[in-house]
């Protein structure tokens, strides 16, 4: 067993960091959004997706735990202005609300 994959998880867990929606607005124009649930380990989920593990991504997908943000949910993101954290796994961004955290601006 390799060291490569907890490598994977620290160099992305370095690079997450707190958002706010309008700084996110011009990666949800391009598509390039991806929303993780709240229950799901962001830093996890950035890892499956870095590594192309297709299963996890899928499963994730099917039962709605990572979801493509559409209209309603940047609706709803620009009018509450929650606390939001972010990951870039190229070409995704993948954004998780943190529920009791302050907001940044």
């Known amino acids: 067993m ?3 994959p907890s490598t994977l998880y620290a160099k992305l867990l ?3 960091a707190p958002i706010t929606w309008q700084e996110l607005q011009p990666f949800f ?3 390039a959004l991806l929303m993780v649930g709240g229950t799901q380990d962001l830093i996890a989920v950035a890892q499956a997706v870095a590594e192309n593990d297709q ?3 899928s ?3 099917a039962g709605g735990q990572l979801k ?9 993101l620009l009018a509450r202005d929650p606390a939001l954290w972010a990951v870039v796994v190229a070409p995704w961004v993948l954004v998780q609300e943190r529920h ?3 907001v940044v601006h």
Do not use: F, N, S
């Open 14 to 16: 370095g690079e997450t």
């Open 68 to 76: 493509k943000i559409d209209d309603g949910c940047a609706a709803d």
């Open 29 to 31: 124009a391009r598509g």
């Open 2 to 4: 390799t060291e490569q």
């Open 59 to 61: 499963a994730w997908l």
């Open 55 to 57: 299963a996890k991504v």
């Open 100 to 102: 009791g955290a302050p």
